[in-house]
């Protein structure tokens, strides 16, 4: 490519190497066709090619660099800027739901049913495994006991559609020490085929249909670029998709109109529904003893800083499933965060309060406004289950296993007024371009964008709703799952 003047011409070109880019990228690679994948961020080859840095690959803590710096107010929204999207740089930690979340979607195609087995798929493509008992640092494993003196089922179900609450060791898509990202799970297979054309550095910055093509328009390198393919897949993630779309002239026409965009197709939900899994923290200082046994296991090598997560069902679920996620998170030698301190994180996991995703220029480098209204729906449901999970979470911290090698409490979140003062988010943002069978829903059940000839989603901005599950392999799931639907499956 050079300039405007040579323009190449894909079958698809997906915008967006994440956690479902590298999915849906590996399936229509496999399917034989020719297919450009766009990504911001760096790409650092095959993993056996040895060339990514040592931060993304260290899955005992979350990596921070390559991040795209989104922020509102208080809120820094990590979201990562580099081949494999967020699976590069994340928690690894693996999960898949209930059954009921995706069956509440009530969507063709998307029952749980139906994706049973892609969900196996993708369990085995991650390789996700569970951490063993003797894996467990001095701090999890403390609380494997606390949790079992206080009457918690013990088990490690995390990838089981039918388990409801417990308490167990995580289930990880990490592979000896290494965080096995969706890069390395789906496109190191299709890396050598000359059918795939991989542009990294490139900033999608908007899209445009015309009869029978589409054009992406990039900035690479100070440089405006165009691709043109016969379907386009966006799969630039929460953020990233809403507001390509919105430069393309998709979105409220109020909205669009204020910043002197054309309205290419009135879609008034384009960048609505935004919801995470909210959540906050009990903590306690770390006591002499444990502080020596952490140094101590730190120096024998891999210690992860979550190993272990209890799921519970709150005064206020409807259903008697699990709408709770408590995950201790200790401080490794490895990262300064929590230095001192441990925390039992609490996060609604049926949450109700809806956020919006705006863009604020046309210019793709500025930041958007991002509201995630934390809490904020007026039946209190989101507080109310916050409330019930931070009282469980100092119950488990006071439990003698643990009371007996901690100190403090140093973060008031028991009351009302603290948990909104310190409620943040598990990293989990989804549901800006929603499926959905109503007419101003973005996209339809196969993730064609509504009132777009030639252009699908493929990412976490697709679920109306947000499973009861860490969203990386539902993201990937997503991946595979519109893979399928656009090679015919
Ligand atoms: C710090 C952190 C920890 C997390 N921990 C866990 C965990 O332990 N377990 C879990 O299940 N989930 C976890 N998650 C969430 C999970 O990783 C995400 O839900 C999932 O990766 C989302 O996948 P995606 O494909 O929708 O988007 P992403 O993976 O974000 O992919 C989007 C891609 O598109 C690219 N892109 C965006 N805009 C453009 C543009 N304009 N032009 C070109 N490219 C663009 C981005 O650079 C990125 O590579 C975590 C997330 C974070 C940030």
Request: charge should be negative; aromatic fraction near 6%; hydrophobic fraction near 40%.
């Amino acid at each position: 490519m050079a300039g405007e003047e040579h323009v190449e011409h894909y079958d698809f070109i997906v915008a967006g190497g994440g956690s479902a880019g590298c999915a849906v990228t590996a399936g229509l690679v496999q399917a034989g066709y020719r297919v450009a994948l766009i990504e911001a961020g760096p790409d650092y080859g095959a993993h056996t090619d040895g060339k990514w840095p040592a931060e993304l690959l260290n899955a005992g803590a979350l990596a921070d660099t390559h991040d795209w710096d989104y922020k509102a107010g208080r809120w820094l929204f990590q979201r990562a800027r580099v081949m494999g999207g967020c699976s590069s740089h994340n928690g690894c930690i693996a999960a898949v739901g209930h059954r009921r979340d995706y069956d509440d979607w009530q969507l063709p195609g998307w029952s749980t049913r139906e994706l049973e087995p892609v969900l196996s798929n993708v369990v085995k493509a991650m390789r996700v495994r569970t951490y063993t008992t003797d894996e467990a640092g001095p701090f999890h494993a403390k609380c494997l006991d606390a949790a079992e003196s206080l009457g918690w089922r013990m088990g490690s179900d995390l990838c089981n559609l039918d388990a409801n609450d417990g308490f167990g060791l995580e289930a990880v898509n990490v592979v000896g020490s290494t965080r096995w990202n969706s890069a390395f799970a789906y496109l190191d297979a299709v890396r050598s085929s000359p059918l795939l054309t991989i542009i990294d550095r490139a900033m999608v910055d908007r899209l445009n249909e015309t009869g029978s093509v589409v054009e992406l328009h990039l900035q690479r390198d100070g440089q405006t670029q165009t691709v043109r393919g016969d379907q386009l897949v966006l799969s630039a993630g929460v953020y990233g998709t809403p507001e390509i779309l919105q430069r393309s002239g998709v979105g409220d026409p109020v909205h669009l109109q204020s910043l002197d965009i054309p309205v290419q197709v009135p879609s008034i939900n384009v960048g609505n529904n935004l919801h995470d899994h909210p959540m906050v923290h009990a903590d306690r200082r770390v006591g002499p003893e444990l502080q020596q046994w952490l140094d101590e296991a730190a120096r024998a090598g891999f210690v992860p800083e979550e190993q272990t997560l209890g799921k519970a069902v709150s005064s206020v679920a409807q259903d008697g499933l699990f709408d709770l996620h408590l995950f201790p998170v200790c401080a490794n030698t490895q990262t300064s965060l929590l230095h001192g301190r441990v925390h039992v994180e609490v996060a609604c996991m049926t949450p109700v309060s809806r956020g919006t995703l705006r863009i604020n220029s046309r210019d793709p480098a500025a930041m958007s406004a991002i509201d995630h209204n934390y809490l904020g729906d007026d039946a209190g449901h989101d507080l109310a289950v916050l409330m019930d999970g931070v009282a469980i979470a100092n119950d488990l911290l006071d439990q003698s296993e643990l009371s007996a090698l901690l100190g403090e409490s140093l973060t008031d979140t028991r009351t009302e007024a603290g948990i909104r003062a310190h409620v943040a988010h598990y990293y989990h943002p989804v549901g800006t371009c929603a499926m959905g069978l109503a007419a101003d829903a973005v996209c339809d059940a196969r993730g064609r964008v509504r009132g777009l000839q030639r252009t699908t989603v493929a990412d976490a901005s697709l679920m109306p709703q947000i499973p009861r599950a860490n969203t990386n392999l539902p993201s990937v799931m997503i991946g595979e799952r519109i893979a399928s639907f656009l090679v015919g499956g």
